[in-house]
């Protein structure tokens, strides 16, 4: 009984070649796909970049509602997605953002201005904090995500 299975073996992987060498396969063009991943680069981006992404869509958030009187629709839709009236009332789920807040909080209480605020929130998520005087003085932030900032790289 061994030596029949040990003749099946040597039988079985010439057969097995034989039938894969005689197979048609298609071949699929592929050019197409390399001429598109060869217009990709890699780019190194530090975290200064991010942050500078980050300022200009700030201000680029409050030039634009300070220019129309606070009208949110007025912002380009790839900016306004992203901007956010604050409520002091909610908590925030950051404890980074928590002391933002507070400051802020502060700030409209007693009337002063206060400069934009850029923060990181996390690993993955970043925030521009401002106040605006649109009746009354009320605070914005524009919250994003790290691979939105980077996309809206030049």
Known sequence: MMLFKNKIKFLFLPLMAII???????????SAVKAKMGEYKIKKVSEADIMASLNK??????????ETG???????????????????SDGSQ?????????????????????EPT??????????????????SLKAFKVEVSKGDLIRSMD
């Open 20 to 30: 894969s060498c005689n197979s048609n396969v298609e071949k699929i063009d592929t």
């Open 118 to 135: 850029p923060q990181k929130l996390n690993d993955t998520l970043y925030a521009y904090y401002f106040l605006l005087d649109c009746d």
């Open 94 to 114: 950051f404890e980074k953002e928590e002391g933002v807040l507070q400051a802020l909080q502060y700030s409209v209480e007693n009337g002063q201005t206060v």
């Open 70 to 88: 606070c009208q949110i629709d007025s912002l380009e839709p790839e900016i306004a997605r992203y901007l956010k009236p604050i409520s002091f």
């Open 57 to 66: 869509m700030g201000t680029k958030s409050v030039n634009t509602l300070q």
